[in-house]
């Protein structure tokens, strides 16, 4: 398995920002990843521009949108 | 492949295709790849930003310029393409991170 | 990597488990999306029905943030406008 796959692995089960391309932002706890960086977050918050929009128990993101995921 | 199936048997029935430049262009489907990449026949366009489209009859329309599709309910049995969608899922359960 | 949850580990799972269930889905494009789901596959495109799609719009000259919507009684949805995916009920 490469680093990049491990490093993100790693991640599940922790509280993450995932930042997608035109600004939002969700913020809540990694539950799943894939090869394509698809994403699903549990008890997440939304945000754009640092204003909260809404909130998910359990959302699925779609990769191509993401531009990064970082650890909080 | 699912929705490549799925389309086809559509083929020969009235949809309604939205672009991603909201155009909307109602017409009988005649044809679909894997790509969904589609034609139609005999359409019509709610467009008035391209008149030229009214003279036309029938397209090929690239797949990835379209948003959504319209279909008419009855011609759907959604119990089916809900096993299809199972079936499909079991079948491309591939390139997961962490976990086999 | 622990084996733990292996059960719904993949990200498309959460989908699958949505299936003839009400959806919520965000768009490119200022839009969003509520229906039943009745397929999906691995780039998103998805079959919802009785369908309310919400477009949100601004006029010029004004920050106002307004909306309106329509209604499909059948709709695919192609996979790469799709931004997110929730239970509606959980939204």
Redesign the interface.
């Known amino acids: 398995m490469s680093s990049t796959s491990n490093f993100l692995a790693e991640m599940t089960n922790s509280p993450v920002v995932v930042k997608l391309q035109h600004g939002l932002e969700y913020h809540g706890v990694l539950a799943s990843i894939d090869g394509y960086m698809n994403v699903v977050l549990k008890d997440t918050v939304e945000m754009v521009e640092n204003n909260k929009v809404r909130n998910y128990e359990e959302v699925f993101l779609r990769g191509n949108n993401v531009l990064y995921i970082s650890q909080k | 492949m699912l929705f490549f199936s799925f389309f086809k048997t559509l083929v020969d029935q009235e949809i309604t295709v939205e672009l991603k430049n909201d155009v909307e262009i109602k017409g009988t489907l005649k044809s679909i790849d894997q790509y969904l990449n589609l034609k139609l026949d005999n359409i019509s366009a709610n467009t008035t930003k391209y008149p030229h489209l009214i003279a036309v009859r029938n397209l090929f329309i690239r797949g990835s310029n379209i948003r959504y599709i319209h279909i008419n309910p009855s011609l759907v049995d959604t119990n089916l393409l809900q096993d299809a969608s199972r079936r499909e899922a079991m079948a491309s359960a591939g390139d997961k991170i962490g976990g086999k | 990597?622990s084996?733990s949850?292996?059960t719904?580990?993949?990200?498309?799972?959460?989908?699958?488990l949505c299936?003839?269930e009400q959806v919520f889905v965000k768009l490119r494009?200022s839009r969003e999306m509520v229906g039943k789901l009745?397929?999906?596959?691995?780039h998103?495109?998805m079959?919802l029905?009785d369908a309310t799609e919400t477009i949100f719009y601004t006029e010029q000259d004004s920050p106002e943030i307004k909306s309106r919507t329509k209604k499909?009684?059948?709709?695919?949805?192609?996979?790469?406008?799709?931004?997110?995916?929730?239970?509606a009920a959980?939204?």
């Not at chain 3, 719904?8 to 699958?16: A, G, H, Q, T």
């Not at chain 3, 009745?38 to 691995?42: K, Q, S, T, V």
């Not at chain 3, 499909?72 to 239970?87: K, Q």
């Open positions: 990597m084996e949850n292996s719904s580990s993949e990200p498309l799972d959460l989908i699958r299936l003839d494009g009745h397929a999906y596959d691995m998103c495109n079959v029905s499909s009684d059948m709709v695919f949805i192609r996979g790469d406008s799709v931004i997110l995916v929730s239970d959980n939204v």
